[in-house]
């Protein structure tokens, strides 16, 4: 039942700016947390960012300073606003979701993932 649709990648040029959407199926309060990873050619996933139900967050350190994450409750939506971007950017983004099932488990769902490219 959990579905994670995003949105909004493709080509930029380095210093350019794009936004990555994440709409989820039902209300995104539901979730204990929500953030973005993203995989290299090569590379393991690693995060980039996440936020909290609570509304903490924390970065991945190669993206500290340059991109945020941000939710619209009203829209059931995360975003991630990426600017000063790099080629080392370059990657598949994936949304995640996290869900309580019990106060012992957890479950964790992800997109299809989003194709960012920077180059010139």
């Known amino acids: 039942q959990v579905q994670l649709v995003e949105s909004g990648g493709g080509l930029v040029q380095p210093g350019g700016s794009l936004r990555l959407s994440c709409a989820a199926s039902?209300?995104?309060?539901?979730?204990?947390?929500m953030g973005w990873y993203r995989q290299a050619p090569g590379k393991q996933r690693e995060l980039v960012a996440r936020?909290?139900?609570?509304?903490?967050?924390n970065y991945g350190d190669s993206v500290k300073g340059r991109f945020t994450i941000s939710r619209d409750n009203a829209k059931n939506t995360v975003y991630l606003q990426m600017t000063s971007l790099k080629p080392e950017d370059t990657a598949v983004y994936y949304c995640?979701?996290?869900?309580?099932?019990?106060?012992?488990?957890?479950?964790?769902?992800w997109g299809q993932g989003t194709q960012v490219t920077v180059s010139s």
């Open positions: 995640n979701a996290v869900l309580d099932i019990s106060i012992v488990t957890v479950a964790n769902y």
């Open positions: 039902g209300s995104i309060s539901r979730y204990k947390a």
């Open positions: 936020i909290t139900n609570s509304g903490s967050t």
